[in-house]
Structure formats: C-alpha cells, structure tokens
Nanobody, 119 residues
C-alpha cells in the first residue's frame, strides 16, 4: 500500500510563510513527476509546482518567485516552501506523484491540506 501524507497547512497572515510537506510511504521502487496542485472554491484544480522526472521544475506564473518546490529522496518527501503569501493563495493544496511499485506505475494523490491566507 502506498500513501501520501501532507502536513504544514494552516492559517497565515498576508506576507507570511508556510512550508508544506508530503511524505510517501509504502513499498516504493521510485517516485516520478512529483508536485503540488491547489483548488480554491469554485475553481478547477490547478498546477502550483512540479518536478518532472525528466528534470527541472515547473511553476504557475502566479507564484513564481514566491514558492519553491524541493524534495528529499532519503525521506521520500516533497516540500513546498511558500513565501510572501497572498489571500489569493487560499486553497486546498494537494501533492501528487507517479510512483513505481511491484504492481506497476500509478498516480497517487494526498488527502489535501488547507492553506488560508487572511488578515
């Protein structure tokens, strides 16, 4: 069984910072294309930041220069450092990863963590 567990969400004032974590557990051979998405009320789920298996990073234009995605392979964990948060960043944030196991390769989603930016 593979599971993605997110943490780090919460309430923060505009201009503040949060660091989201997503740890993968289970019988994992490899993790590919790991990233973060978010969904605000009434809106479609959208890409925030992603690390493709081919290398490099992809960021949404709205967060470039403010958010940074990183990973710790030893801990099977991906992070999203969020700085200079704005009210429009308020959303449920989900981590997503393509994971190779004994049964093949499957996309997994975390349960989501709420980020609320408000004064």
């Amino acid at each position: 069984q593979v599971q993605l567990v997110e943490s780090g969400g919460g309430l923060v004032q505009p201009g503040g910072s949060l660091r989201l974590s997503c740890a993968a557990s289970g019988s994992i051979f490899a993790i590919y294309n790991i990233g973060w998405y978010r969904q605000a009320p009434g809106k479609e789920r959208e890409l925030v930041a992603r690390m493709p298996s081919g290398g490099g990073t992809n960021y949404a234009d709205s967060i470039k220069g403010r958010f940074t995605i990183s990973r710790d392979n030893a801990k099977n964990t991906v992070y999203l450092q969020m700085n200079d948060l704005k009210p429009e960043d308020t959303a449920v944030y989900y981590c997503n990863a393509r994971i190779f196991t004994v049964t093949g390769t499957t996309d997994y989603w975390g349960q989501g963590t709420q980020v609320t930016v408000s004064s």
